[in-house]
Structures are given as C-alpha cells and as structure tokens.
C-alpha cells in the first residue's frame, strides 16, 4: 500500500526557519518525481515544488512564492522528500502535502502537516 | 503561466442524479508527445485531496466508474454518473503540462 506520511510542521516566528519530512512507501520511491503542494486554511490547492527522479538529474522547480526561500530535497535509500522553508511568512501558513507524480498529476496520501507563521 | 478557471463554483446536487463540473485553461494542455495533462482531485471535508483522473480520462486506482474526464485542448469536464453520498466535497482540476502547475479554484459538490 502507498504511503506517504507528512511531518515536521508547528508554529514559527515570522523570518524563522521549519523543515518538513516526507516518509514514502509501499512503491519505488526513486522512479518517481515528487511534489510538495500546500493549502492555506479555508482555500484551494497550491503547487510548491517538485523535484524529478534520479533518471531526469534531480531536476528542481519552485513556484515563484517561495524560490529562494525554500529548499527540497530527497534521500532516495532513504525513500525521504524534504522541504527546508527559511525566512518565512505569514502568507506561508497553510497545510503541506507530500505527493508523487502520476502522469503530470499528484497523488497524496498523508493528512499533511501544518505549517503556522505567526508572531 | 496557465490559469485554471472552474464552473460552477458551487454545485447542489441530488443524490442518485448526474452532475458535471467544467474547466478551462488559458492554453492548451496537449503535450508534444500527444497526452493531455489535465487531472481531476476531489476532496472530501478535512481529507487530503486524492486523485481521480489523469491525462484527461484515465481514471486513478480505486476510483469508481461513475467518475469520468473528457474534453479537448483547452475545455474539460468532470462527470459523475450517479451521486453517492461519498462524493460531497471540492473539486480541483489541475494542469501538469508545464511549472507551475496550477489548480482550478475549485468546485464545491453538496446535497440539495
């Protein structure tokens, strides 16, 4: 069965720094590119980032939002994502999905972790 | 980038009747290699999103029949054959063509 369980999430000063976790399994984690897409409370879906498979080179793309600011990463002996977030914002409370990619779309299994920016 | 556009944005059904949501992005969603990347996610009050439909028609596993994609180019629509009550929620269509990838505002599905 695919799992991916989302952690890492809390309360953080406006301008700190958070680092959430993906832990996947129950497919080849490194045949898969993988996303992060997050949801601000009360709103629609909004995609991160994404970081492509060993295959394409690891390739990294960002939303404009946060290029800069956040950082992803993947452990693939690990069958780990990561998304360290530095200098956050208030506009960066929202809950965070980990997803892998099927055919130029998502697949989410966790519940996600919330991620908090307030003073 | 591609917008996504959705209607309705609200959507009363009745239970046992068929229902349809429309998208529409600002650009084709055809690839060179001749797939649509066009995706359907429904999510159920306090639920991750889950994926339904990919590559415009086909859909995801575990997802029911009465669920199907269809459209061309740059209009697609969602049809549910038959409500069940299981199907209440908010409906996101998404393009993968290209970053960064966009979600429709999202359509949400009551009982009348």
């Given at each position: 069965e695919v799992q991916l369980v989302e952690s890492g999430g809390g309360l953080v000063q406006p301008g700190g720094s958070l680092r959430l976790s993906c832990a996947a399994s129950g497919f080849i984690f490194s045949d898969h590119h993988m996303a992060w897409v997050r949801q601000a409370p009360g709103k629609g879906l909004e995609w991160v980032c994404r970081i492509r498979n060993k295959i394409n080179s690891h390739t990294i793309e960002y939303a404009a939002s946060v290029k800069g600011r956040f950082i992803v990463s993947r452990d693939d002996s690990e069958n780990s994502l990561c998304l360290q977030m530095n200098?956050?914002?208030?506009?960066?409370?929202a809950m965070y999905f980990c997803g892998r990619e099927v055919s130029g779309s998502f697949d989410f299994r966790g519940q996600g972790t919330l991620v908090t920016v307030s003073s | 980038d591609i917008v996504m556009t959705q209607t309705p944005l609200s959507s009363p059904v009745t239970l046992g009747q068929p229902a349809s949501i429309s998208c529409r992005s600002s650009?084709?969603?055809?690839?060179s290699n001749g797939y649509t990347y066009l995706s359907w996610l429904q999510q159920r009050p306090g639920q991750p999103p889950r994926l339904l439909i990919y590559n415009l028609s086909n859909r995801f596993?575990?997802?029911?029949?009465?669920f199907s994609g269809s459209g061309a180019g740059t209009d697609f629509t969602l049809q549910i054959s038959r409500v069940e009550p299981e199907d209440v929620g908010v409906y996101y269509c998404m393009q993968g063509l290209q970053a960064p990838f966009t979600f429709g505002p999202g359509t949400k599905v009551e009982i009348k």
């Amino acid at each position: 069965e695919v799992q991916l369980v989302e952690s890492g999430g809390g309360l953080v000063q406006p301008g700190g720094s958070l680092r959430l976790s993906c832990a996947a399994s129950g497919f080849i984690f490194s045949d898969h590119h993988m996303a992060w897409v997050r949801q601000a409370p009360g709103k629609g879906l909004e995609w991160v980032c994404r970081i492509r498979n060993k295959i394409n080179s690891h390739t990294i793309e960002y939303a404009a939002s946060v290029k800069g600011r956040f950082i992803v990463s993947r452990d693939d002996s690990e069958n780990s994502l990561c998304l360290q977030m530095n200098s956050l914002k208030a506009e960066d409370t929202a809950m965070y999905f980990c997803g892998r990619e099927v055919s130029g779309s998502f697949d989410f299994r966790g519940q996600g972790t919330l991620v908090t920016v307030s003073s | 980038d591609i917008v996504m556009t959705q209607t309705p944005l609200s959507s009363p059904v009745t239970l046992g009747q068929p229902a349809s949501i429309s998208c529409r992005s600002s650009q084709s969603l055809v690839h060179s290699n001749g797939y649509t990347y066009l995706s359907w996610l429904q999510q159920r009050p306090g639920q991750p999103p889950r994926l339904l439909i990919y590559n415009l028609s086909n859909r995801f596993s575990g997802v029911p029949d009465r669920f199907s994609g269809s459209g061309a180019g740059t209009d697609f629509t969602l049809q549910i054959s038959r409500v069940e009550p299981e199907d209440v929620g908010v409906y996101y269509c998404m393009q993968g063509l290209q970053a960064p990838f966009t979600f429709g505002p999202g359509t949400k599905v009551e009982i009348k």
